[in-house]
């Protein structure tokens, strides 16, 4: 009887041990877990969105699931136009949005989609976060800034080659944004139109060709028409990644350090996998359809620089009251160099 007495004190106290010890081994941070909404405009498949999915695993995994991410592709949380006054308002925690969409709000960055001859997404990224970096804009203040980024920068693909500025002389071209102003210089009849209008209008030769970041060669299959690419290397779009203050500042210090630890290290991303993207198009465009790249000669590259540089003038004057717009431009190219012997 004292035997059995024994064995079942030591099973019970056993029992308790097993108890405790499973009870150590659940996270204490599962109780105390966070989940944050994060608001992207584009469709899921476009690039913004495949960074914001890297973004939120990133992050899940370095927290070790403390902070989750709730996402909302394509417009159905928040829109383009309401999305950075969203994230101050708190209708997301987080959302990316691009600067682009509010000509003047952000005049320091905006320098930025300026042709100002970037190679790839990735430099002009890097150098979008030098700029912010070092001028840390007022225009931001409402908002704890994530990642910055830029998409890769337009080119022309054309039905017709065009090796010379001479051969865009009233070539009737898809452009938008900016595109549409740096096209008028050029000599091309700039046409404004949704991306889902181009296939029809390349077909009924309505247009000659677009402007945009080459991917779409292969995502919209637009190289079934335009079977010439002319590297060019105009404008960008910059997008912006911010969470609400109130929201950062409720979090734990070790989440907040993780969160900050993503801040280049994601944009480098962001370059990389557009940039290759890019990449890829371009050699599928080659293969299935003999697609040919041209590039300009030395005269007409300079020509074209000449020409596009009323725009750079145009912002001096217009952010000139705000912001020290010729320096802004000067700091500029300098980080395009150092971040093109980088990541070019």
Known sequence: MKTEKRLMKKIGVSMVAIVLCAMVAVPAVSAKSTTLSYANFPPASTFPCVQMEQWKKEVERRTNGSIKINTFPGGTL????????????????????????????????????????????????????????????????????????????????????????????????????????????????????????????????????????LEVMKDFNYAEYCRYITMTNLQVVTFGVVMNLDRWNSLPADAQKVLDGLYREQAEWTGRYVDEHVNEAVRWSKEKYDVEVIEFGPEDEAAKNKRLSPLVDGYIQRAGSKVPAVKIIDDIMTFKKINTGKYQ
């Open 78 to 213: 928040l829109g383009a136009k309401n999305m950075f006054d969203g994230v101050v308002a708190g209708q997301a925690d987080i959302g990316c949005f691009a600067m682009s969409y509010h000509p003047g709000r952000f005049p320091v960055v905006e320098a930025i989609d300026l042709p100002l001859g970037w190679p790839n997404a990735t430099v002009a990224s890097m150098s979008l976060l030098d700029l912010y970096d070092k001028y840390r804009p007022e225009s931001f203040g409402k908002v704890k800034v994530l990642t910055l980024f830029t998409c890769p920068p337009a080119n022309i693909m054309s039905i017709n080659p065009v090796r010379t500025l001479e051969d865009l002389k009233g070539m009737e071209i898809r452009a938008a944004g900016t595109g549409v102003k740096v096209f008028e210089l050029l000599g091309a009849s700039p046409i404004g139109m949704p991306q889902s209008d181009v296939p029809d209008a390349l077909h009924k030769k309505v247009i000659q060709g677009m402007a945009s970041s």
